[in-house]
């Protein structure tokens, strides 16, 4: 299966019809989807990647490889129960860890995240217009956003077929930007009822997948999506997920006017049908809800 592959820099002129019409496919048959031309700086990227692995090889390795889960790995290992994965997670907004995470990437996570901010928030107006909604409407639903990225290293395994790298899940929250390994393999998503293998990362690109929380505020028209991580013997993944996600007090419910209008005799709708039935189903859903409001 081929990946979509969304080309940010053909939303403007001539190709956004188009460009919209892939994203939303995207969306709406497979939950996740690769981002090229994003506005991410490429040079801030490779140092955010270097100073990583960096700090794991340096910091977190040796470690990793001493605790009781590493030295437990065998046939007795319970692989429903853990995670071959290491790391830290960076909370950016609206209350800031920054101070507790390694010093040495404090100065550039804190750039590259507040760049990815502005992409979610991009993507968060995209998404809303493809469902015919205020450009502004998902920024709003997660109104004050949470924003936090996890930091993580899948170590090399010696028995990969004893474990798994991370378990089967959807994302809890909203957009999902994923800065991964070039190398690397490990990460896939599940489609059609087949887990589909995401390949190392070319080039610059953002991988992207959508939480629970997108799939509830489109009526399901877009998905989350089960993935997991592999526990690889050829070497050490790196992931660096940032979530956008709502706040903590965001209500969260299905766009109104993404919902079927409800409530309503079978006769009055035949009798409107009689006079609209050749005209757009979406309008006609649209206009009994509005009349059912009104009437309230």
Known sequence: MEIPVINLGEMEGERKSKTMSLLHEACEKWGFFWI???????????????????????????????????????????????????????????????????????????????????????LAELLSENLGLEKDYLKKAFSEPFVGTKVAKYPKCSQPEMVMGLRSHTDAGGIILLLQDDKVPGLEFLKDGEWVAIPPTEGYRIFANLGDQVEVVSNGTYNSVRHQVLAEKTGSRL??????????????????????????????????????????????????????????
């Open 36 to 122: 090229d031309n994003h506005g991410i700086d490429e040079e801030l990227m490779d140092k955010v990647k270097g100073l990583v692995n960096q700090h794991y090889e340096r910091s977190m390795k040796e470690s990793f490889y001493s605790s009781e889960r590493a030295k437990e790995l065998g046939p007795n290992i319970k692989a429903s129960d853990v995670d071959w994965e290491c790391g830290f997670f960076y909370r950016h907004q609206p209350d800031s860890n920054v101070n507790d995470i390694p010093e040495l990437l404090r100065e550039a996570m804190q750039e590259y995240v507040a760049q990815l901010i502005k992409l979610a928030e991009r």
């Open 239 to 296: 992931s660096i997920a940032t979530f956008y996600n709502p706040g903590g007090n965001a209500v969260i419910s299905p766009a109104s006017r993404l919902l079927y209008p409800s409530g309503y005799r079978f006769q009055d709708y035949l009798n409107y049908y009689s006079t609209t039935k050749f005209s757009d189903k979406v309008a006609r859903f649209q206009n009994i809800k509005e009349k059912l409001v009104s009437l309230q």
